[in-house]
């Protein structure tokens, strides 16, 4: 008989992705339920789900294990955030009022605000600093039921603050129960003392940052903005081989506001995700919807910047592409923090079902990441990372809107949130 260290007994919905690795296409708007199951966990791990008559057979409690009573919740896999800019210094509101007096994106960025605004203070904040404005923001994610996340550098653009920024990720991970996968972004835009010099910065950051962040293993993924005023297709190829040849797995920030054909060159470097996406073509939807390379959409950009379009959300499904949601979480572009959130915004504003915004904020952003072997789905041998939600079923969840449906949330078979509360 195996002790466990944690049950659910008696689940009113378990609610998991229409499969325990990736969800292309048509097959979005399936996802599998469970009623009156039971869950059990050990050493992190989910190790049974079933019934009460086979739980009896081969599994035990003690006076140890952690039971919880799942007649009232319905039972989700936690959240997983495909794309964050987490370790930033500062908030940019007065930013934030100029675009609602109409001021573009770019034309804030072309004043000195933008990404550069955040350069500025991420350099400037000291590590112990930046460390505890991000474990407050992560502790504000797993409120919302995200368990795993991506984040980002790119506030650095210099080889001290963008260590500095990798470093806290790698600190924040050790000491949080969030799973944090970190992403190199020291592409992120052209730091003023590079002006016009777009491949002397690339050729700095290939030979005096890259190698440093893959020695002391501090970044998983390498990323690029390329994008118009940003990098070229060729500038962006270029840098990502490079990066590629050190051993990165590839990200894209790809056809946000322009298509350069980003979302191509995403596919033929074989990236795990291009993402953003707003402006690609019909041609590279075809493209991208054939390849293995996850299309990661960020309505938070869309919606936080006042935008009219989305990412095509629609066309992407009927072309059999795998589709995930994220939130850019970034204090420019999209101060949204909560996968719950981005999920409504798939909802109302994508076209999405309710079962197709499911899969895209659990296992395809976990594939997103890589990560779809580990969390994603309430699957035997799978991290027991779950959201209980004190709903009537699963669609109230996107019914009632301006509430926080989550009462808890277990993390590596631990409860971490409990009424809505972090626990110490």
Same mark, same amino acid.
């Given at each position: ?7 659910? $007994? ?31 966990? $050990? ?23 952690? @039971? ?12 997983? !955030? ?31 605000? %933008? ?38 550098? %790119?506030?650095?653009?210099?080889? !001290? ?52 962040? $893959? ?69 590279? #939807? ?60 798939? @909802? ?54 301006? #509430? ?10 631990? #409860? ?9």
């Amino acid at each position: 008989m195996i002790i466990l260290d944690i049950l659910i $007994k008696s689940i009113k919905e378990l609610i998991n992705p229409a499969n325990h690795k990736l969800v292309r296409g048509h097959d979005l708007n399936s996802i599998r339920i469970l009623k009156n199951v039971w869950i059990g966990g $050990k050493d992190g791990k989910i190790i049974f789900i079933g019934n009460e008559e086979d739980f009896n057979k081969n599994y035990k409690i003690t006076d140890k294990t952690k @039971i919880i009573d799942g007649s009232k919740f319905v039972v989700l896999p936690g959240f997983v !955030d495909p794309h964050t800019h987490l370790p930033f210094a500062g908030t940019r509101q007065d930013e934030f009022r100029l675009k609602l007096q109409g001021v573009s994106y770019q034309e804030i960025a072309r004043k000195g605000g %933008g990404i550069k605004g955040s350069v500025r203070r991420t350099r400037e904040i000291e590590f112990d600093n930046l460390l505890s404005q991000s474990e407050k923001r992560v502790n504000q994610l797993l409120l919302s039921g995200t368990t795993t996340m991506e984040a980002k550098s %790119g506030y650095g653009l210099d080889k !001290d603050t963008e260590l500095k920024q990798l470093e806290v990720i790698k600190k924040l991970n050790s000491i949080n129960p969030m799973d944090i996968i970190p992403t190199f972004l020291g592409a992120h835009e052209i730091p003023e003392e590079y002006k016009g010099k777009n491949k002397e910065f690339l050729k700095y950051l290939i030979s005096e940052v890259a190698p440093i962040v $893959k020695e002391r293993e501090l970044a998983e993924f390498a990323d690029i903005f390329c994008e118009d005023g940003y990098f070229s297709y060729d500038e962006a190829e270029y840098y990502l081989e490079e990066l590629k040849n050190m051993g990165f797995k590839l990200k894209i920030h790809a056809d946000e506001f322009t298509s350069n054909n980003a979302a191509m060159l995403a596919v033929k470097k074989e990236a795990v995700s291009a993402e953003h996406l707003i402006a690609m073509t019909d041609e590279e #939807i075809d493209t991208l919807a054939k390849s293995d390379t996850t299309a990661v959409f960020l309505p938070g950009v869309s919606f936080f910047l006042k935008m009219e379009k989305y990412a095509p959300a629609r066309k992407f499904i009927e072309r059999n592409g795998i589709l995930a949601l994220g939130s850019d979480f970034n204090p420019g572009s999209s101060m949204v923090s909560s996968q719950l959130f981005i999920l409504y915004l798939g @909802i109302f504003k994508m076209g999405l079902t309710i079962e197709e915004a499911i899969n895209t904020v659990t296992i395809n952003a976990a594939y997103g990441i890589d990560r779809e072997e580990e969390v994603g789905s309430v699957d035997i041998g799978k991290k027991m990372d779950l959201i209980l939600m004190d709903i009537p079923d699963y669609s109230y969840m996107a019914y009632h809107l301006g #509430i926080n449906p989550i009462h808890s949330v277990i993390k590596s078979g631990k #409860i971490i949130v409990e009424d809505k509360r972090i626990i110490e």
